[in-house]
């Protein structure tokens, strides 16, 4: 009954906050035609955590944990034209913890036990969670994201959408932004 009402709670906290996230993100909206954007999230090293993503130092997205190369070990959001009345941001903030093969281990261990979800399996999931390495980094996007960048999605904005790519690798993190054709045109 704990366990349902913990993952119920959780679902809808969840739930909320990635709806408020994705219209306080991704707006994309300049000269009144918006864009639709998607973020896809993946990992070149050791599988992530992701834990934070805030575009200008508001609370963004968070795919949780994220392993390997797209398709298979991506994460990805996608975003409607105009979800957000903001704009495009100046700058991101990530926060991620780097699943090392020590912590994996452990991981498993925990999982394992019997007393899964009870106060104590917690506090050894947060220490757990502590000790892996934890890194930050604030990456400006507005050499990423250009105004030439959204020009070409704004000229066939039906068929096209803004796709940024954040591709961690243990320690390092980088970012690419490209215009997507995912319909074609008529």
């Known amino acids: 009954m704990a366990q349902a009402t913990l993952w119920c709670r959780y679902s809808i906290f969840h739930t909320l906050i990635m709806g408020l996230l994705a219209m306080l993100l991704t707006a994309c909206r300049v ?4 864009i639709g954007m998607s973020l896809l999230f993946q990992s070149a090293g050791m599988p992530v955590g992701v834990l934070r993503f805030d575009p200008d130092g508001i609370r963004g997205p968070v795919p949780g944990g994220v392993r390997g190369m797209s398709p298979r070990g991506g ?5 409607m034209p105009g979800d957000n009345k903001r ?6 903030e ?12 452990e991981r498993e261990m925990l999982h394992s036990r019997n007393d899964r979800y009870s106060k104590q399996w917690m506090q050894d999931s947060d220490r757990s969670n502590e000790r892996a390495p934890h890194y930050t980094k ?5 050499p990423i994201i250009t105004p030439e960048l959204i020009a070409q999605v704004r ?4 068929n096209t959408e803004l ?6 690798n243990n320690d390092d993190v980088r970012i690419e932004a490209m215009a997507e054709k995912w319909r074609r045109s008529k």
């Open 31 to 34: 000269d009144d035609k918006p």
């Open 94 to 105: 990530i926060e991620w913890m780097v699943a090392t093969e020590e912590y994996q281990k």
């Open 155 to 158: 000229a066939d904005s039906q």
């Open 87 to 92: 704009g495009m941001p100046k700058f991101v």
């Open 138 to 142: 604030r990456i400006d996007l507005t």
């Open 75 to 79: 994460a990805q959001m996608s975003f």
């Open 163 to 168: 796709k940024v790519i954040i591709t961690f």
